[in-house]
C-alpha cells in the first residue's frame, strides 16, 4: 500500500516538474509590482477575473489605440510560454497601431495572476474565464456597436486560441483567428527540437496543446504568421497546420525568428494588422 502512495505522489511530483519545465511561467513580485506598472502607462489598465477555482483569480491586462476612445475592434491576445503579459506588449505594437484594442489574459501562474503551477486545462479555464468575462462586459465602439473581436495566438497561445475557437464554433463571436509560430502539438515539437527521446518524454505527461486535432473544426478566417527563421517551433509545424485549416485562410513569412516579427523593418508585418483590422470593421 505505502509503495503505492509513494509512486502516486512521485508521479504527481514528476508531472509537477515536466509541467513547470515546459510553460516556464513568469510571476510578478506581488500586486505591488503589477500596480507600480500600471501606474506607468495610462493606456493600460487591468482586469481581473474569477477563474474557475474559487478564490483564485485571472488578471487581464487592456491597451487602448487611442486612450479614453473604444476601437471597433479588439484583439483576444493569447500569449505563449515564458513571458507574461506586461512583457508581450512590444508585440501587440503592430495591432495598436492597426487601431485595434488588445486585450491579454495572463493565465494563473504569470504575471499577477493567482500562483500555481499551470497545466493544459488550467491554460484554457483561464482563457475561457477571460473571454466571457469581457464578453459579459459588452464593449460598444464610439458609434455605439458591439466590438468585433479577433482571437490571436503566439506559440503556445496559438494552440489556446484555436481551442477556444473550436469552443466557439457556430457562433459569430469573432471575426479572425490569427495564429502566429503556431504549431501541432508539443509532441511534435519536442521531437523536431531534439528527435524520438524528445517526444517520448514529451508523452509520458498529459500536456498535448495538439491544435492539429481541432484546427478542422475552427470558423475561418485564419492568418497564419511564421518566421522562416523561427528555431523554436520550425517553420513546417506551422504549414502543416495551415495546410489542414478550413478556408478562407492566409499564410504569410518574414525571415525573421519566433518572437520578432513585430520587428518586420519593411512595414509588411504591420501591413498585415492593418488588412485583418479592415477584415473585420464593420
Known amino acids: ?92 505594437g503592430p495591432m495598436l497601431r492597426a487601431g485595434l484594442d488588445v486585450s491579454m489574459p495572463d493565465y494563473r501562474g504569470w504575471g499577477a495572476s493567482s500562483p500555481r503551477v499551470p497545466s493544459e486545462q488550467s491554460i484554457h479555464d483561464d482563457a475561457w474565464a477571460a473571454w466571457q468575462a469581457l464578453q459579459a462586459a459588452a464593449p460598444r465602439d ?46 511534435d515539437v519536442a521531437e523536431a527540437g531534439v528527435g524520438w527521446f524528445g517526444r517520448q518524454l514529451t508523452l509520458l505527461g498529459g500536456e498535448r496543446m495538439a ?4 484546427i478542422g473544426q475552427v470558423a475561418p478566417p485564419l492568418w497564419f504568421l511564421h518566421g522562416s527563421r523561427d528555431d523554436t517551433v520550425p517553420i513546417a509545424l506551422g504549414r502543416r497546420l495551415y495546410e489542414a485549416a478550413p478556408s478562407p485562410k492566409h499564410w504569410r513569412t518574414w525571415p525573421l525568428g519566433h518572437s520578432d516579427l513585430q520587428t518586420d523593418p519593411t512595414g509588411a508585418y504591420d501591413q498585415t494588422w492593418r488588412e485583418i483590422a479592415a477584415g473585420c470593421r464593420p
Open 1 to 92: 500500500m505505502w509503495l503505492v502512495v509513494w509512486g502516486l505522489s512521485g508521479c504527481a511530483a514528476l508531472h509537477d516538474w515536466q509541467r513547470q519545465k515546459i510553460y516556464r511561467p513568469s510571476v510578478l513580485q506581488g500586486m505591488a509590482e503589477w500596480q507600480r506598472l500600471l501606474a506607468t502607462r495610462s493606456d493600460v489598465s487591468a482586469l481581473a477575473v474569477d477563474a474557475v477555482t474559487p478564490g483564485e483569480q485571472v488578471q487581464v491586462l487592456q491597451v487602448a489605440a487611442q486612450p479614453g476612445q473604444v476601437a471597433p475592434v479588439r484583439v483576444f491576445y493569447l500569449h505563449g510560454t515564458y513571458r507574461h503579459a506586461w512583457q508581450n506588449l512590444g508585440k501587440a
Open 211 to 214: 491544435s492539429i486535432d481541432a
Open 142 to 187: 464610439g458609434d455605439g456597436r458591439p466590438v468585433r473581436w479577433v482571437i490571436y495566438g503566439h506559440s503556445m497561445g496559438s494552440a489556446v486560441a484555436v481551442h477556444l475557437a473550436q469552443r466557439l464554433r457556430g457562433t459569430p463571436a469573432y471575426c479572425a483567428l490569427v495564429l502566429e509560430s503556431a504549431f501541432t502539438s508539443f509532441p
